[in-house]
């Protein structure tokens, strides 16, 4: 293990950083801008606000202000940039950049933090390679003295990617592009509800004027039947090939259709698509009741998700991190996300692959344009491909095996989609799909449906688990459930679940020595809100919850607006893992969270009570604390919230609040869906490995550890690893895995609540290059 490496020993003493947001605004700028100035403060820097982009640097005065602690409270839950953005044209030459030069080297300010899109952070790496011949000029001008041009001598520049569009290279996802789905989910659901009642087709315009990502999600999230995206055009004779499938599609009795279109939407020449073309063509070829809904900048607005105000917070504190770390030959870098880990990368290698996307579809290069966008680009148009185009039974290839499929363990919101894409992916492999309903004890019981690829249509946006989930484990029922796989002659099993799929699976792998039925392959994908199956940072439903957390947390606090100085304290859901109640506090910007993997006392609350009150003396008066339900035996939320009435009286009144089953409720999140979709096609495809792997004399048969597999997120990729080497990283008294990832950014929350604490960054963002692709066309 390499050694911890704490932040204390990087001060900020004596810099000046000013934050800027540049060009588009986006959801999550401000949690950005709020972790900018927390962290910079706690590290002793001055922090300066540069209101209206790069239009402020350039005029100076008033635009240009120092900042407190204070100034970044309450607008973690505000979409937009409190600080504004502007396009700015003086800055485009060289006098403007000169003015720009002297307002900053006036305050001392040699660290900029950009939050914008290519062209801001592209403006800040000229500006930063011209600084020192910019000096020397105000030198000569007599504009600043020859001890400022010593002092002052290089400009370090951090940028962070505030962009609905994820048009950069280099990041998986960029600040602002979560909310903007959810923006478009909640309008294609809503539109969904009114398209079936008459039976129409609905033609959603959707942002991206050269990238086609919120389309492509959305389509993939919501089941479009057909999306334009700029990156992959359709291919000659798309009209025909369309009518014939929206028409297929109503043959099978869907009532409505939904075709998804990027606003910068091309054919294969590289002329326009637009969603006004598309409404005729239906009308004309086919008759039906067509609608154009033009979502516009309905995408860029609204309160940021809570992935948003958590990916910001990150790249915010990261971004203070590389400042701190620079020096005069350090390049001008952008913090941006690889899987859940933050990487710091050039800022120009990413700027560059940026523009040779728009290269290659300029040159109809489309293939290129798809790769260099990136792994995760290309997964979800791959996946998108395999599950709306249902191929004729003709072409597709005959397996002769059974796949089951079943939901485990408590409902998570995305394991609809999951299923979906399952029985989507295993038709189009060749096998048949069977779906087993209320869990192991329907499947003791005989409750096993084939299920067709109609069966699923629609099931992406439903809540909850259509196909039925229980908790019992399979144990008591094996001889049942071996009884029902030889009787439907099951040949592979995928469950979908949360801790008990995992204890279940353990089960079914421990009686492979009695019953031959469990000899094939098995694996699972992770679904709980808890987040607490082994073997992956991620599961299906928790970015739901937690947006429902984040979401509650926010009314919450508004109903205290105007009144006297409040706390609030607030369970949530998770059993013994804190994943929820800790993510849950970072993204509502709480006080402290506590929970079962960090042990409390008496003392610590009252440390927490006095900081609050301490708190509450100045302009602040709203607390939060979030309490996990299961993270102390003693210390109750009726405990809690009795001590915090008590020690607070005077300064503050308490109210507490109990979020209960809500948790696990509503409709799947964009993340949710996608994840779902992603993971569980995954899965698919390598029970189909598998299952030809261990097809040997007419049958299958396997006993081998890596056929009993777990999918999971592991930093950076989608990892199977066998269920029986998980064992050693479970801690099965408690139902969580013995080391998580997210108990690292537990002392950012504490940061950015100003408490006092070490913060662990021997694995904080390194600095790496880009990844290029091998283009694969010539």
């Given at each position: 293990?390499p050694?911890?490496?704490?932040?204390?020993?990087?001060?900020?003493?004596g810099?000046?950083i000013?934050?800027?947001?540049?060009g588009?605004?986006a959801?999550?700028?401000?949690a950005?801008?709020?972790?900018?100035?927390?962290?910079?403060i706690?590290?002793?820097?001055?922090?300066?606000f540069?209101?209206?982009?790069?239009?402020?640097?350039?005029d100076?005065g008033?635009?240009?202000?120092e900042?407190?602690?204070?100034?970044?409270?309450s607008?973690l839950?505000?979409g937009g940039t409190?600080?504004g953005?502007?396009?700015c044209?003086?800055?485009r030459?060289?006098e403007?950049?000169?003015?720009?030069?002297?307002?900053l080297?006036?305050r001392?300010?040699?660290?900029?933090?950009?939050?914008?899109?290519d062209?801001s952070?592209?403006?800040?790496?000229?500006?930063?390679?011209?600084?020192s011949g910019?000096?020397d000029?105000?030198?000569?001008?007599?504009?600043i003295?020859?001890?400022?041009?010593?002092?002052y001598?290089y400009?370090?520049?951090?940028?962070?990617v505030?962009?609905?569009?994820?048009?950069?290279?280099?990041?998986?996802?960029?600040?602002?592009?979560?909310?903007?789905?959810?923006?478009?989910?909640e309008?294609?659901?809503?539109?969904?509800?009114?398209?079936?009642?008459?039976?129409r087709?609905?033609?959603?315009?959707?942002?991206?004027?050269?990238?086609?990502y919120?389309?492509?999600?959305?389509?993939?999230?919501?089941?479009?039947?057909?999306v334009?995206?700029?990156e992959?055009?359709?291919e000659?004779?798309?009209?025909e090939?369309?009518?014939?499938?929206?028409s297929?599609?109503?043959?099978?009795?869907?009532?409505?259709?939904?075709?998804i279109?990027?606003?910068?939407?091309?054919?294969?020449h590289?002329?326009?698509?637009?969603?006004?073309?598309?409404?005729?063509?239906?009308?004309?070829q086919?008759?039906?009741?067509?609608?154009?809904t033009?979502?516009?900048?309905?995408?860029?607005?609204?309160?940021?998700s809570?992935f948003d105000?958590?990916?910001?917070?990150?790249m915010?504190?990261?971004?203070?991190?590389?400042?701190?770390?620079?020096?005069?030959k350090?390049?001008a870098c952008?913090?941006?996300l690889s899987?859940?880990q933050?990487v710091?990368?050039?800022?120009?290698?990413?700027?560059q692959?940026?523009?040779e996307?728009q290269?290659a579809?300029?040159?109809?290069?489309?293939l290129?344009?798809?790769?260099l966008?990136?792994?995760?680009?290309?997964?979800?148009?791959?996946?998108?491909?395999l599950?709306?185009?249902?191929k004729?039974?003709?072409?597709?290839?005959?397996?002769?095996?059974?796949v089951?499929?079943?939901?485990?363990?408590?409902?998570?919101?995305?394991?609809?989609?999951a299923?979906?894409?399952?029985v989507r992916?295993g038709?189009?492999e060749g096998?048949?799909?069977?779906?087993?309903a209320?869990?192991?004890?329907?499947?003791?019981?005989?409750?096993?449906?084939?299920?067709?690829w109609?069966?699923?249509?629609?099931w992406?946006?439903?809540?909850?688990?259509?196909?039925?989930?229980?908790?019992?484990?399979?144990g008591?029922?094996l001889?049942?459930i071996a009884?029902?796989m030889?009787?439907?002659?099951?040949?592979a099993?995928?469950i979908?679940?949360?801790f008990?799929?995992?204890?279940?699976?353990?089960?079914?792998?421990a009686?492979?020595e009695?019953?031959?039925?469990?000899?094939?392959?098995?694996?699972?994908?992770?679904?709980?809100?808890?987040?607490?199956?082994?073997?992956?940072?991620?599961?299906?439903?928790?970015?739901?919850?937690?947006n429902?957390i984040?979401?509650?947390?926010?009314?919450?606090?508004?109903?205290?607006?105007g009144?006297?100085?409040r706390?609030?304290i607030?369970?949530?859901?998770?059993?013994?893992?804190g994943?929820?109640?800790s993510m849950?506090?970072l993204?509502?910007g709480a006080d402290?969270?506590?929970?079962?993997?960090?042990?409390?006392?008496i003392r610590?609350?009252?440390?927490?009570?006095?900081?609050?009150?301490?708190?509450?003396?100045?302009t602040?008066?709203?607390?939060l604390?979030l309490?996990?339900?299961?993270?102390?035996?003693?210390?109750?939320?009726?405990?809690?919230?009795?001590?915090?009435s008590?020690?607070g009286?005077?300064?503050?009144?308490?109210?507490?609040?109990?979020?209960g089953?809500?948790?696990?409720g509503?409709?799947p999140?964009?993340?949710?869906?996608?994840?779902?979709?992603?993971?569980?096609?995954?899965?698919?495809?390598?029970?189909s490995?598998?299952?030809?792997?261990?097809?040997?004399?007419?049958?299958?048969?396997?006993?081998?550890?890596?056929?009993?597999?777990?999918?999971?997120?592991?930093?950076?990729?989608?990892v199977f690893?066998?269920?029986?080497?998980?064992?050693?990283?479970?801690d099965?008294?408690?139902?969580?895995p013995?080391e998580?990832?997210?108990?690292?950014?537990?002392?950012l929350?504490?940061?950015?609540?100003?408490y006092?604490t070490s913060y662990?960054?021997?694995?904080?963002?390194?600095f790496e290059h880009?990844h290029?692709?091998?283009?694969?066309?010539a």
């Amino acid at each position: 293990m390499p050694d911890k490496k704490f932040f204390e020993n990087l001060s900020g003493a004596g810099k000046a950083i000013g934050v800027l947001t540049s060009g588009g605004d986006a959801q999550g700028m401000n949690a950005a801008v709020r972790a900018v100035v927390r962290m910079g403060i706690y590290v002793e820097a001055k922090v300066y606000f540069i209101y209206e982009g790069y239009q402020g640097m350039v005029d100076g005065g008033d635009n240009i202000a120092e900042v407190s602690w204070e100034s970044v409270s309450s607008i973690l839950q505000v979409g937009g940039t409190v600080i504004g953005s502007a396009r700015c044209n003086d800055f485009r030459t060289r006098e403007g950049r000169l003015k720009a030069a002297c307002n900053l080297v006036k305050r001392g300010i040699t660290n900029l933090c950009v939050i914008g899109g290519d062209g801001s952070l592209t403006g800040a790496n000229l500006f930063r390679e011209e600084w020192s011949g910019l000096l020397d000029e105000l030198a000569k001008k007599g504009e600043i003295n020859d001890e400022a041009v010593k002092k002052y001598a290089y400009l370090n520049i951090v940028g962070m990617v505030g962009s609905i569009d994820n048009d950069f290279c280099g990041t998986d996802m960029t600040i602002g592009t979560d909310s903007a789905l959810h923006r478009i989910i909640e309008v294609v659901d809503a539109i969904m509800t009114t398209a079936q009642s008459h039976q129409r087709t609905f033609v959603l315009e959707v942002m991206g004027r050269h990238c086609g990502y919120l389309a492509l999600v959305s389509a993939l999230a919501c089941g479009a039947d057909w999306v334009f995206i700029p990156e992959y055009p359709p291919e000659q004779g798309w009209e025909e090939r369309m009518c014939t499938k929206l028409s297929a599609n109503r043959a099978q009795k869907k009532r409505l259709n939904i075709i998804i279109v990027a606003e910068g939407a091309i054919d294969c020449h590289n002329k326009a698509i637009t969603s006004e073309q598309i409404k005729d063509l239906v009308v004309q070829q086919l008759g039906y009741d067509t609608r154009v809904t033009i979502l516009g900048h309905v995408q860029r607005g609204g309160t940021p998700s809570a992935f948003d105000r958590i990916l910001a917070s990150r790249m915010g504190v990261e971004a203070v991190l590389a400042l701190l770390e620079a020096t005069s030959k350090t390049p001008a870098c952008v913090v941006s996300l690889s899987g859940n880990q933050a990487v710091r990368l050039p800022l120009m290698e990413c700027v560059q692959m940026t523009q040779e996307v728009q290269k290659a579809m300029d040159g109809r290069k489309f293939l290129e344009a798809v790769q260099l966008r990136g792994k995760s680009f290309e997964n979800n148009l791959n996946t998108y491909k395999l599950l709306s185009n249902k191929k004729p039974a003709e072409e597709l290839p005959k397996s002769n095996f059974n796949v089951a499929v079943l939901n485990v363990g408590a409902p998570a919101a995305g394991m609809n989609a999951a299923v979906r894409a399952a029985v989507r992916i295993g038709i189009t492999e060749g096998h048949k799909m069977f779906a087993v309903a209320d869990g192991f004890e329907g499947f003791s019981k005989g409750q096993i449906k084939e299920f067709s690829w109609g069966d699923v249509g629609g099931w992406t946006g439903q809540g909850g688990s259509i196909l039925g989930t229980k908790r019992t484990l399979p144990g008591k029922y094996l001889n049942n459930i071996a009884e029902q796989m030889r009787a439907n002659n099951i040949n592979a099993l995928l469950i979908i679940g949360g801790f008990e799929g995992y204890l279940g699976l353990l089960e079914l792998s421990a009686a492979r020595e009695i019953y031959e039925a469990f000899c094939i392959p098995m694996v699972m994908v992770p679904a709980t809100v808890s987040n607490n199956v082994p073997g992956s940072d991620l599961s299906i439903g928790a970015d739901t919850a937690l947006n429902t957390i984040t979401d509650t947390c926010d009314r919450i606090k508004l109903s205290a607006s105007g009144t006297k100085r409040r706390v609030f304290i607030i369970e949530t859901m998770g059993g013994y893992c804190g994943y929820l109640a800790s993510m849950g506090a970072l993204a509502a910007g709480a006080d402290v969270a506590y929970i079962f993997e960090e042990k409390f006392d008496i003392r610590e609350l009252q440390a927490n009570v006095e900081h609050l009150t301490e708190k509450m003396k100045t302009t602040i008066q709203r607390g939060l604390v979030l309490r996990n339900e299961n993270s102390s035996e003693n210390y109750t939320t009726d405990f809690i919230y009795q001590l915090y009435s008590e020690e607070g009286q005077g300064v503050f009144d308490c109210r507490k609040n109990v979020l209960g089953h809500m948790q696990q409720g509503g409709a799947p999140s964009p993340f949710d869906r996608n994840f779902g979709t992603k993971i569980a096609a995954k899965a698919v495809l390598w029970l189909s490995k598998k299952l030809k792997e261990s097809y040997q004399k007419g049958k299958v048969f396997t006993n081998a550890e890596d056929t009993v597999c777990l999918l999971g997120m592991r930093r950076r990729n989608l990892v199977f690893q066998p269920v029986g080497q998980l064992r050693d990283e479970t801690d099965f008294e408690h139902r969580i895995p013995k080391e998580q990832w997210w108990l690292k950014l537990r002392p950012l929350m504490k940061i950015l609540a100003k408490y006092k604490t070490s913060y662990d960054i021997s694995d904080s963002g390194q600095f790496e290059h880009l990844h290029r692709p091998k283009p694969t066309e010539a």
